[in-house]
């Protein structure tokens, strides 16, 4: 698939960022199907946004110190709700659809999100273009072959194949559309490293609830080295270097470029998924799969020139799970 043309005096550093982007948050989906074979998802998921987004503020404290997480009441509740949306609801309702879906279906389907976006601005009144309608109308049929095709051998979960799978999916993306959506439209921290390390926090004491609330009791000592492998890969890894990657290739490529992992990394996912995790999927599925996918880069490319016009309201998709 085509990438935009990126001006000659661009670092190849920021190249070598937006790969860290590709692979990292691609490789989420599969750490996750590791994690929760040994640890119940809200309980794993929980844990791992509370150390993220501890580690993330020291790191804001380390290099902009106390100033820099400093938000007023109306950004810290934008900031509070971002938290439920996107890594509570969003990765949280992953995680547990993880149990009864494979990691690549997982990652088609939260490919959606861009999708899901269009619909909420046009909803709020915002007059999406033409081709963007049309991509969107292209989403929907893929999604709908992905959800009506069902499972076949080798695409369920790691506890099995149950019908909701797809479908608890498909509302994590509409969580992680509304809370990307909402950071766009009401007053948000001006540093997106304090934001981020605030949402986790937020979405970790949801999750860690959420585990409380339905009866978790984890036996620690007898989960899996790769399990905390996974975890620890998650809780460090990804939250802080993908993030950091990311904000930096957003600083220095087009925005346009940079929002080409919407569908680089469900890629990304559904190979890791085949490879590593000897997932398998029927042919319908890959249709459903691939529509999605077209249907990603259709809208972005109907974005394209509206981006370079508000960068931050220009990427059509905040971090995924």
């Known amino acids: 698939?085509?990438?935009?043309?990126?001006?000659?005096?661009?670092?190849?550093?920021?190249?070598?960022?937006?790969?860290?982007?590709?692979?990292?948050?691609?490789?989420?989906?599969?750490?996750?199907?590791?994690?929760?074979?040994?640890l119940p998802p809200l309980f794993a998921g929980g844990g791992r946004f509370l150390v993220g987004g501890?580690?993330?503020?020291?790191?804001?404290?380390?290099f902009g110190g106390r100033r820099a997480l400093r938000m007023d009441?109306?950004?810290?509740?934008?900031?509070?709700?971002?938290?439920?949306?996107?890594?509570?609801?969003g990765n949280g309702l992953v995680t547990v659809a993880q149990q009864q879906v494979a990691?690549?279906?997982?990652?088609?389907?939260?490919?959606?999100?861009?999708?899901?976006?269009?619909?909420?601005?046009?909803l709020t009144g915002d007059r999406p273009r033409p081709a963007t309608v049309v991509g969107t109308?292209?989403?929907?049929?893929?999604?709908?072959?992905?959800?009506?095709?069902?499972?076949?051998?080798?695409?369920?979960?790691v506890l099995g194949n149950a019908w909701w799978g797809p479908w608890l999916v498909v509302l994590a993306a509409v969580g992680w559309a509304s809370g990307t959506f909402a950071t766009t439209r009401l007053p948000a921290p001006s540093n997106p490293f304090a934001l981020a390390a605030v949402q986790m926090l937020v979405g970790g004491v949801v999750l860690m609830a959420g585990s409380v609330a339905v009866g978790d009791r984890p036996d620690l000592a007898a989960v899996s080295p790769s399990a905390w492998w996974a975890w620890a890969y998650m809780a460090v890894v990804v939250s802080l270097l993908?993030?950091?990657?990311?904000?930096?290739?957003?600083?220095?490529?087009?925005?346009?470029?940079?929002?080409?992992?919407?569908?680089?990394?469900?890629?990304?996912?559904?190979l890791l998924g085949i490879f590593v995790a000897g997932e398998r999927f029927s042919g319908l599925q890959f249709a459903g799969g691939a529509v999605v996918l077209l249907a990603v880069v259709l809208v972005v490319a109907a974005e394209r020139p509206r981006a370079g016009r508000r960068k931050r309201r220009g990427h059509l998709a905040a971090s995924p799970p």
């Open 1 to 38: 698939m085509p990438v935009p043309a990126v001006p000659a005096r661009a670092p190849a550093l920021a190249w070598v960022a937006l790969g860290v982007v590709y692979v990292l948050w691609g490789s989420t989906y599969l750490a996750n199907r590791f994690i929760i074979t040994d």
């Open 54 to 62: 501890s580690l993330l503020t020291l790191v804001v404290l380390a």
């Open 73 to 89: 009441r109306r950004q810290f509740a934008t900031t509070a709700l971002a938290g439920l949306l996107l890594p509570a609801w």
């Open 103 to 122: 990691s690549g279906v997982a990652a088609l389907l939260i490919a959606s999100v861009p999708l899901w976006i269009v619909v909420l601005r046009a």
């Open 137 to 157: 109308g292209v989403g929907v049929v893929g999604l709908a072959v992905l959800l009506l095709a069902g499972s076949s051998g080798g695409s369920g979960g």
């Open 242 to 270: 993908a993030f950091s990657a990311y904000a930096y290739a957003l600083a220095v490529l087009p925005v346009s470029t940079v929002t080409t992992y919407a569908y680089v990394n469900p890629v990304i996912a559904v």
